[in-house]
Protein backbone atom coordinates (compact mmCIF):
# COMPACT_ATOMS: atom_id res chain seq x y z
CA UNK A 1 0.00 0.00 0.00
CA UNK A 2 1.39 3.54 -1.02
CA UNK A 3 0.93 6.50 1.52
CA UNK A 4 -2.28 7.60 -1.12
CA UNK A 5 -3.83 4.46 -0.31
CA UNK A 6 -3.48 4.62 2.39
CA UNK A 7 -4.77 8.48 3.16
CA UNK A 8 -7.95 7.23 0.64
CA UNK A 9 -8.91 3.70 3.51
CA UNK A 10 -8.34 6.54 6.41
CA UNK A 11 -10.74 9.35 4.41
CA UNK A 12 -13.32 6.53 3.58
CA UNK A 13 -13.12 4.92 6.70
CA UNK A 14 -13.88 8.54 8.51
CA UNK A 15 -16.42 9.03 5.88
CA UNK A 16 -18.31 6.00 6.91
CA UNK A 17 -18.24 7.03 10.85
CA UNK A 18 -19.13 10.81 10.21
CA UNK A 19 -22.34 9.00 8.22
CA UNK A 20 -22.87 6.34 10.76
CA UNK A 21 -22.83 9.25 13.87
CA UNK A 22 -24.83 12.17 11.53
CA UNK A 23 -26.78 9.84 9.22
CA UNK A 24 -25.36 11.91 6.24
CA UNK A 25 -25.84 10.22 3.15
CA UNK A 26 -23.61 12.31 1.30
CA UNK A 27 -20.81 11.63 3.73
CA UNK A 28 -21.68 7.74 3.53
CA UNK A 29 -21.88 8.30 -0.51
CA UNK A 30 -18.24 9.60 -0.27
CA UNK A 31 -17.10 7.58 1.93
CA UNK A 32 -18.26 4.26 0.18
CA UNK A 33 -16.63 5.36 -3.24
CA UNK A 34 -13.17 5.58 -1.63
CA UNK A 35 -13.96 2.25 -0.17
CA UNK A 36 -14.93 0.95 -3.17
CA UNK A 37 -12.56 2.68 -5.29
CA UNK A 38 -9.59 0.91 -2.97
CA UNK A 39 -10.99 -2.22 -2.89
CA UNK A 40 -10.91 -2.48 -6.87
CA UNK A 41 -7.25 -0.95 -6.96
CA UNK A 42 -6.40 -3.77 -4.42
CA UNK A 43 -8.28 -6.74 -6.45
CA UNK A 44 -6.93 -5.18 -10.11
CA UNK A 45 -3.14 -5.27 -8.65
CA UNK A 46 -3.64 -8.89 -6.99
CA UNK A 47 -4.89 -10.34 -10.52
CA UNK A 48 -1.94 -8.57 -12.30
CA UNK A 49 0.77 -9.81 -9.54
CA UNK A 50 -0.38 -13.66 -9.36
CA UNK A 51 -1.29 -14.06 -13.21
CA UNK A 52 1.80 -12.32 -14.80
CA UNK A 53 4.33 -14.09 -17.13
CA UNK A 54 7.79 -12.90 -17.84
CA UNK A 55 9.54 -13.89 -20.53
CA UNK A 56 13.25 -12.35 -21.58
CA UNK A 57 16.24 -13.41 -23.78
CA UNK A 58 19.44 -12.31 -24.93
CA UNK A 59 19.81 -12.38 -28.51
CA UNK A 60 23.70 -14.49 -29.12
CA UNK A 61 24.44 -14.31 -25.47
CA UNK A 62 27.67 -11.85 -26.34
CA UNK A 63 28.41 -8.83 -27.83
CA UNK A 64 31.99 -7.10 -28.44
CA UNK A 65 32.73 -4.19 -26.86
CA UNK A 66 31.28 -0.89 -28.05
CA UNK A 67 28.70 -3.03 -29.58
CA UNK A 68 25.10 -3.57 -28.17
CA UNK A 69 23.62 -6.70 -27.20
CA UNK A 70 19.86 -7.21 -27.84
CA UNK A 71 17.17 -7.90 -25.48
CA UNK A 72 13.84 -9.20 -25.42
CA UNK A 73 10.85 -8.88 -23.59
CA UNK A 74 7.41 -11.05 -23.42
CA UNK A 75 5.12 -9.64 -20.95
CA UNK A 76 1.74 -11.70 -20.53
CA UNK A 77 -1.16 -11.53 -17.97
CA UNK A 78 -3.26 -14.37 -17.48
CA UNK A 79 -6.41 -12.10 -16.35
CA UNK A 80 -7.64 -9.00 -17.35
CA UNK A 81 -6.51 -5.95 -14.91
CA UNK A 82 -6.21 -2.46 -15.30
CA UNK A 83 -3.09 -1.19 -14.23
CA UNK A 84 -0.65 1.17 -14.38
CA UNK A 85 2.51 0.32 -16.98
CA UNK A 86 4.83 -1.71 -15.32
CA UNK A 87 7.96 -0.36 -13.46
CA UNK A 88 11.24 -2.69 -14.77
CA UNK A 89 14.24 -2.95 -12.93
CA UNK A 90 16.95 -3.84 -15.32
CA UNK A 91 20.37 -4.95 -15.41
CA UNK A 92 22.41 -3.74 -17.60
CA UNK A 93 25.80 -4.53 -19.25
CA UNK A 94 28.59 -2.38 -17.61
CA UNK A 95 27.11 -3.52 -14.23
CA UNK A 96 24.90 -0.77 -13.96
CA UNK A 97 20.66 -0.79 -13.48
CA UNK A 98 18.36 1.37 -14.92
CA UNK A 99 14.41 1.34 -14.16
CA UNK A 100 11.77 1.45 -17.50
CA UNK A 101 7.96 1.70 -17.50
CA UNK A 102 6.10 -0.74 -19.66
CA UNK A 103 2.91 -0.13 -20.44
CA UNK A 104 0.77 -3.52 -21.00
CA UNK A 105 -2.40 -4.69 -23.14
CA UNK A 106 -5.13 -5.54 -21.29
CA UNK A 107 -5.32 -9.21 -23.22
CA UNK A 108 -2.58 -10.71 -24.95
CA UNK A 109 0.85 -10.71 -24.60
CA UNK A 110 3.25 -7.31 -24.76
CA UNK A 111 6.61 -7.43 -26.34
CA UNK A 112 9.47 -5.47 -26.05
CA UNK A 113 13.01 -5.42 -27.96
CA UNK A 114 15.93 -3.09 -26.82
CA UNK A 115 19.06 -2.66 -27.61
CA UNK A 116 21.67 -2.02 -24.35
CA UNK A 117 25.04 -0.75 -25.19
CA UNK A 118 28.19 -2.49 -23.93
CA UNK A 119 30.57 -0.17 -22.97
CA UNK A 120 33.03 -2.25 -20.73
CA UNK A 121 34.80 -5.57 -21.05
CA UNK A 122 33.05 -8.35 -18.33
CA UNK A 123 30.64 -10.98 -18.01
CA UNK A 124 27.39 -9.57 -16.72
CA UNK A 125 24.18 -10.53 -16.19
CA UNK A 126 21.70 -8.29 -18.23
CA UNK A 127 17.39 -8.64 -17.71
CA UNK A 128 14.89 -7.82 -15.70
CA UNK A 129 15.74 -8.20 -11.74
CA UNK A 130 12.60 -7.03 -10.31
CA UNK A 131 8.90 -5.46 -11.41
CA UNK A 132 6.43 -3.25 -9.93
CA UNK A 133 2.98 -3.84 -10.41
CA UNK A 134 0.57 -1.13 -9.01
CA UNK A 135 -2.92 0.65 -9.96
CA UNK A 136 -4.26 3.24 -12.11
CA UNK A 137 -4.64 5.45 -9.28
CA UNK A 138 -1.41 4.71 -7.51
CA UNK A 139 -2.90 3.59 -4.24
CA UNK A 140 -1.18 -0.54 -3.84
CA UNK A 141 1.84 -1.58 -5.44
CA UNK A 142 2.76 -4.82 -5.48
CA UNK A 143 6.84 -5.29 -5.78
CA UNK A 144 8.22 -8.99 -7.51
CA UNK A 145 11.52 -10.66 -7.78
CA UNK A 146 12.29 -12.31 -10.67
CA UNK A 147 13.09 -16.03 -10.16
CA UNK A 148 16.91 -17.10 -11.02
CA UNK A 149 19.44 -14.93 -12.32
CA UNK A 150 19.12 -12.69 -15.06
CA UNK A 151 20.64 -14.25 -18.57
CA UNK A 152 24.49 -13.52 -18.50
CA UNK A 153 25.93 -11.11 -21.37
CA UNK A 154 29.83 -11.50 -22.16
CA UNK A 155 30.98 -8.18 -23.72
CA UNK A 156 34.51 -9.45 -25.78
CA UNK A 157 37.34 -6.88 -25.90
CA UNK A 158 38.79 -5.68 -29.05
CA UNK A 159 41.64 -6.76 -30.69
CA UNK A 160 44.41 -3.66 -30.40
CA UNK A 161 46.94 -4.04 -33.50
CA UNK A 162 50.37 -4.72 -31.66
CA UNK A 163 53.94 -5.63 -32.82
CA UNK A 164 54.76 -9.31 -33.11
CA UNK A 165 55.99 -10.94 -30.38
CA UNK A 166 59.71 -11.71 -30.54
CA UNK A 167 60.88 -15.08 -30.26
CA UNK A 168 63.83 -16.06 -28.31
CA UNK A 169 67.43 -16.66 -30.67
CA UNK A 170 68.27 -19.62 -30.40
CA UNK A 171 64.72 -20.83 -30.16
CA UNK A 172 62.86 -19.77 -33.50
CA UNK A 173 62.22 -21.69 -36.17
CA UNK A 174 64.94 -21.15 -38.39
CA UNK A 175 67.58 -21.46 -35.63
CA UNK A 176 66.10 -24.59 -33.65
CA UNK A 177 66.03 -26.07 -36.97
CA UNK A 178 69.24 -25.57 -37.44
CA UNK A 179 70.47 -26.48 -33.92
CA UNK A 180 68.58 -30.02 -34.35
CA UNK A 181 70.31 -29.93 -37.82
CA UNK A 182 73.75 -29.89 -35.90
CA UNK A 183 72.37 -32.80 -33.87
CA UNK A 184 73.45 -35.83 -35.84
CA UNK A 185 72.06 -38.33 -33.53
CA UNK A 186 68.64 -38.24 -34.98
CA UNK A 187 68.66 -38.41 -38.95
CA UNK A 188 65.25 -38.73 -40.31
CA UNK A 189 65.87 -38.99 -44.53
CA UNK A 190 69.01 -38.80 -47.07
CA UNK A 191 68.75 -35.75 -49.76
CA UNK A 192 71.16 -34.46 -52.74
CA UNK A 193 73.72 -31.85 -51.92
CA UNK A 194 72.65 -28.21 -51.54
CA UNK A 195 74.18 -24.85 -51.92
CA UNK A 196 74.66 -24.03 -48.29
CA UNK A 197 74.81 -27.52 -46.86
CA UNK A 198 77.44 -27.97 -44.32
CA UNK A 199 79.91 -30.41 -44.95
CA UNK A 200 79.50 -32.08 -41.33
CA UNK A 201 76.17 -33.01 -42.64
CA UNK A 202 77.66 -34.79 -46.07
CA UNK A 203 76.56 -39.20 -45.97
CA UNK A 204 80.36 -39.96 -47.23
CA UNK A 205 80.14 -43.51 -47.40
CA UNK A 206 76.91 -43.03 -49.26
CA UNK A 207 78.24 -40.08 -51.24
CA UNK A 208 81.17 -42.50 -52.54
CA UNK A 209 78.86 -45.10 -53.75
CA UNK A 210 76.61 -43.02 -55.93
CA UNK A 211 79.63 -40.78 -57.24
CA UNK A 212 77.47 -37.39 -55.80
CA UNK A 213 77.45 -35.70 -52.66
CA UNK A 214 74.48 -36.85 -50.31
CA UNK A 215 73.57 -34.71 -46.51
CA UNK A 216 71.39 -36.08 -43.51
CA UNK A 217 68.25 -34.33 -42.88
CA UNK A 218 67.34 -34.71 -39.57
CA UNK A 219 63.44 -33.68 -38.43
CA UNK A 220 62.82 -30.49 -37.25
CA UNK A 221 61.39 -29.59 -33.91
CA UNK A 222 57.98 -27.61 -33.25
CA UNK A 223 58.03 -24.02 -32.85
CA UNK A 224 58.12 -23.06 -29.17
CA UNK A 225 55.50 -22.08 -27.67
CA UNK A 226 54.50 -18.50 -26.63
CA UNK A 227 53.27 -17.98 -22.80
CA UNK A 228 50.76 -15.18 -22.02
CA UNK A 229 50.90 -14.28 -18.53
CA UNK A 230 47.70 -12.02 -17.37
CA UNK A 231 47.25 -10.29 -13.66
CA UNK A 232 43.72 -10.94 -12.90
CA UNK A 233 43.97 -9.25 -9.70
CA UNK A 234 41.86 -6.32 -8.90
CA UNK A 235 42.56 -2.93 -10.09
CA UNK A 236 42.90 -0.31 -8.16
CA UNK A 237 41.00 2.92 -8.27
CA UNK A 238 37.73 4.33 -10.09
CA UNK A 239 38.75 4.02 -13.48
CA UNK A 240 38.04 -0.01 -12.87
CA UNK A 241 36.56 -1.00 -16.03
CA UNK A 242 39.14 1.38 -18.20
CA UNK A 243 41.87 -0.13 -16.62
CA UNK A 244 40.52 -3.93 -17.73
CA UNK A 245 39.24 -2.71 -21.10
CA UNK A 246 42.31 -1.24 -21.94
CA UNK A 247 44.39 -4.60 -20.14
CA UNK A 248 42.48 -7.45 -22.05
CA UNK A 249 42.04 -5.25 -25.21
CA UNK A 250 46.16 -5.10 -25.26
CA UNK A 251 45.95 -8.91 -24.42
CA UNK A 252 43.73 -10.27 -27.81
CA UNK A 253 45.50 -8.07 -29.60
CA UNK A 254 49.02 -10.15 -28.84
CA UNK A 255 47.36 -13.50 -28.76
CA UNK A 256 45.25 -12.86 -32.37
CA UNK A 257 48.74 -11.48 -33.85
CA UNK A 258 50.42 -15.10 -32.31
CA UNK A 259 47.82 -17.37 -34.10
CA UNK A 260 47.66 -15.45 -37.55
CA UNK A 261 51.46 -16.66 -37.32
CA UNK A 262 50.74 -20.04 -36.86
CA UNK A 263 52.41 -20.03 -32.67
CA UNK A 264 51.58 -22.02 -30.06
CA UNK A 265 50.19 -19.74 -27.56
CA UNK A 266 49.37 -20.79 -23.94
CA UNK A 267 46.72 -18.39 -22.00
CA UNK A 268 46.98 -20.24 -18.03
CA UNK A 269 43.98 -18.63 -16.46
CA UNK A 270 43.99 -21.30 -13.53
CA UNK A 271 43.16 -18.79 -10.73
CA UNK A 272 40.10 -17.71 -12.46
CA UNK A 273 38.85 -21.21 -12.72
CA UNK A 274 39.06 -21.87 -16.32
CA UNK A 275 42.07 -23.63 -16.77
CA UNK A 276 44.65 -23.59 -19.64
CA UNK A 277 43.77 -22.42 -23.13
CA UNK A 278 46.03 -22.98 -25.55
CA UNK A 279 45.35 -23.18 -29.61
CA UNK A 280 47.71 -22.89 -32.59
CA UNK A 281 45.07 -21.37 -35.07
CA UNK A 282 42.78 -18.57 -35.50
CA UNK A 283 39.90 -20.91 -34.38
CA UNK A 284 41.15 -20.78 -31.01
CA UNK A 285 40.58 -16.97 -30.87
CA UNK A 286 37.26 -16.21 -30.11
CA UNK A 287 37.02 -18.98 -26.93
CA UNK A 288 40.80 -17.18 -25.71
CA UNK A 289 38.31 -13.19 -25.98
CA UNK A 290 35.33 -15.24 -23.77
CA UNK A 291 37.83 -16.22 -21.18
CA UNK A 292 39.39 -13.10 -21.31
CA UNK A 293 36.28 -11.09 -20.55
CA UNK A 294 35.42 -13.99 -18.03
CA UNK A 295 38.40 -13.48 -15.95
CA UNK A 296 36.51 -11.48 -13.10
CA UNK A 297 39.71 -9.48 -12.38
CA UNK A 298 38.77 -9.44 -8.31
CA UNK A 299 41.62 -12.22 -7.18
CA UNK A 300 44.02 -10.33 -4.25
CA UNK A 301 47.19 -13.08 -5.46
CA UNK A 302 50.74 -11.66 -5.22
CA UNK A 303 51.23 -10.94 -9.29
CA UNK A 304 55.00 -11.58 -8.50
CA UNK A 305 54.52 -15.55 -7.38
CA UNK A 306 52.55 -16.07 -10.52
CA UNK A 307 55.39 -15.30 -12.55
CA UNK A 308 57.70 -17.65 -10.72
CA UNK A 309 55.12 -20.43 -11.00
CA UNK A 310 55.48 -20.06 -14.52
CA UNK A 311 59.16 -21.39 -14.83
CA UNK A 312 58.91 -24.94 -15.64
CA UNK A 313 56.79 -23.76 -18.64
CA UNK A 314 59.94 -22.14 -19.89
CA UNK A 315 61.94 -25.51 -21.35
CA UNK A 316 58.90 -24.92 -24.31
CA UNK A 317 58.75 -21.32 -24.58
CA UNK A 318 59.90 -19.13 -26.83
CA UNK A 319 57.72 -15.58 -25.81
CA UNK A 320 56.20 -14.53 -23.04
CA UNK A 321 54.15 -11.66 -22.64
CA UNK A 322 53.14 -10.16 -19.49
CA UNK A 323 49.95 -7.99 -18.96
CA UNK A 324 49.49 -6.47 -15.81
CA UNK A 325 48.02 -2.79 -13.81
CA UNK A 326 50.99 -3.09 -11.36
CA UNK A 327 54.71 -3.24 -11.39
CA UNK A 328 56.52 -3.50 -8.17
CA UNK A 329 59.78 -4.51 -7.23
CA UNK A 330 58.94 -7.89 -6.06
CA UNK A 331 56.92 -7.61 -9.92
CA UNK A 332 59.73 -6.67 -11.78
CA UNK A 333 62.71 -9.36 -10.11
CA UNK A 334 60.04 -11.99 -11.01
CA UNK A 335 59.95 -10.49 -14.32
CA UNK A 336 63.72 -10.52 -14.77
CA UNK A 337 64.10 -13.77 -13.32
CA UNK A 338 61.61 -15.67 -16.36
CA UNK A 339 63.51 -13.41 -18.93
CA UNK A 340 66.98 -15.29 -17.48
CA UNK A 341 65.87 -18.58 -18.77
CA UNK A 342 66.14 -17.99 -22.25
CA UNK A 343 62.29 -16.59 -23.28
CA UNK A 344 62.07 -13.03 -25.11
CA UNK A 345 59.71 -11.21 -22.99
CA UNK A 346 57.10 -8.11 -23.36
CA UNK A 347 55.90 -6.86 -20.40
CA UNK A 348 52.71 -4.37 -20.83
CA UNK A 349 52.10 -1.88 -17.81
CA UNK A 350 48.66 -0.84 -17.91
CA UNK A 351 47.65 2.45 -15.72
CA UNK A 352 45.14 5.24 -15.55
CA UNK A 353 47.47 8.12 -15.84
CA UNK A 354 51.12 8.56 -15.89
CA UNK A 355 53.42 6.07 -14.30
CA UNK A 356 54.83 6.99 -10.72
CA UNK A 357 58.63 7.48 -9.98
CA UNK A 358 58.92 4.37 -9.31
CA UNK A 359 56.95 2.64 -11.95
CA UNK A 360 59.61 4.50 -14.54
CA UNK A 361 62.35 3.56 -12.84
CA UNK A 362 61.42 -0.41 -12.85
CA UNK A 363 60.58 0.24 -16.77
CA UNK A 364 63.89 1.15 -17.20
CA UNK A 365 65.66 -1.90 -15.42
CA UNK A 366 63.87 -4.05 -17.27
CA UNK A 367 64.42 -2.52 -20.34
CA UNK A 368 68.21 -2.18 -19.94
CA UNK A 369 68.28 -5.90 -18.94
CA UNK A 370 66.52 -6.96 -22.43
CA UNK A 371 63.13 -7.29 -21.83
CA UNK A 372 60.99 -5.33 -23.89
CA UNK A 373 58.40 -2.89 -22.54
CA UNK A 374 55.03 -0.76 -23.06
CA UNK A 375 53.50 1.12 -21.09
CA UNK A 376 49.47 1.94 -22.13
CA UNK A 377 47.35 4.53 -20.60
CA UNK A 378 44.04 3.65 -20.18
CA UNK A 379 40.75 5.69 -21.14
Known sequence: MTARGFYLLLFGSLMLFTALSVGSSGAFLLGAAALFCGALSLLCV???????????????????????????????????????????????????????????????????????????????????????????????AFRRSMRGAPQNVAVLPNPVQTAPLPVSPGEGENSSAQRALSDHS?????????????????????SARRQSLMVHTYETPQRPDALILLDIAQPSGAARSALIDALTEGCAGTIESLL?????????????????????????????????????????DDFARVLLLASPRMRRTGSVAVFSTRLTPAIAD?????????????????????TTEEQDKLLNLLRVSGVETLHVKAG
Not at 65 to 80: D, E, Q, S, Y
Not at 190 to 206: N, S, T, Y
Not at 334 to 353: D, H, K, N, P, W
Open 46 to 140: CLAAFSCRVEQSVEGGQAARGGACRFHLRVRFGLPAVIAPIALKIELPGGRQSDFWLSTRLFGTTESENEFACPHVGVFPVGVSQLTISDCFGLF
Open 186 to 206: IPEDIRAWQDGDELKRVHWKL
Open 260 to 300: QAGRMTRLPLELSGQGELAGQGMESFDAMRRALAAAGYNRQ
Open 334 to 354: AALALSRMGARMRYTLVTAGE
